[in-house]
């Protein structure tokens, strides 16, 4: 049976392609002119037959594709969406998932650094509190004897007749 049937009724079997079989014989006949004698060309007894089918054909005779050869090239079988553009469809899935492990890498280093910055302020607002402790108590340091030191300018201001005794005390 001749595979140019397929697609015009015939359900399928196993069927020479006339491209190929063409193909044989234009082989033959290239040699035949290039000057190869037809006695060293091969006798092609029998051509290639392979299992070829009709979807649309075993669709109508309800033929399910498993009682088939395994090696059966069905013809007018409907293409999926994802069969017509599989490298397309793969190139995004892969740029997905891509994008989807920078934005977890860039999740885990936000989450880092925040810790940080919540471990910093957290140091610097223990370093603030000593530091107003500190400063406290310099204050008061300073505020005695500089209280002192008024305290007798204030009074050598008011009587100063009493240097004498005073003085001593400021030094």
């Not at 009724?9 to 006949?29: D, S």
Request: proline share 5%; no cysteine.
């Amino acid at each position: 049976m001749w595979g140019i049937l397929i697609g015009n009724g015939t359900v399928g079997g196993y069927m020479n392609n006339p491209v190929t079989h063409g193909e044989e014989v234009a082989n033959l006949a290239l040699r035949l002119i290039s000057g190869d004698s037809i006695s060293t060309m091969p006798v092609i007894e029998k051509t290639k037959y392979s299992p070829q089918s009709d979807y649309n054909q075993l669709v109508r005779f309800q033929i399910s594709k498993s009682s088939l050869p395994s090696e059966s090239k069905i013809f007018f079988r409907p293409i999926s969406y994802y069969e017509d553009n599989k490298l397309a469809i793969n190139i995004v899935l892969f740029v997905i998932a891509v994008l989807i492990s920078f934005i977890i890498i860039l999740n885990r280093l936000v989450i880092k650094r925040t810790r940080q910055a919540n471990q910093t302020a957290q140091r610097l607002a223990k370093s603030n509190a000593k530091m107003k402790e500190f400063v406290g108590i310099v204050a008061h340091d300073l505020r005695a004897p500089v209280g002192n030191i008024l305290s007798f300018t204030k009074a050598l201001e008011e009587a100063p007749e009493d240097q004498e005794e005073i003085v001593p005390y400021i030094i």
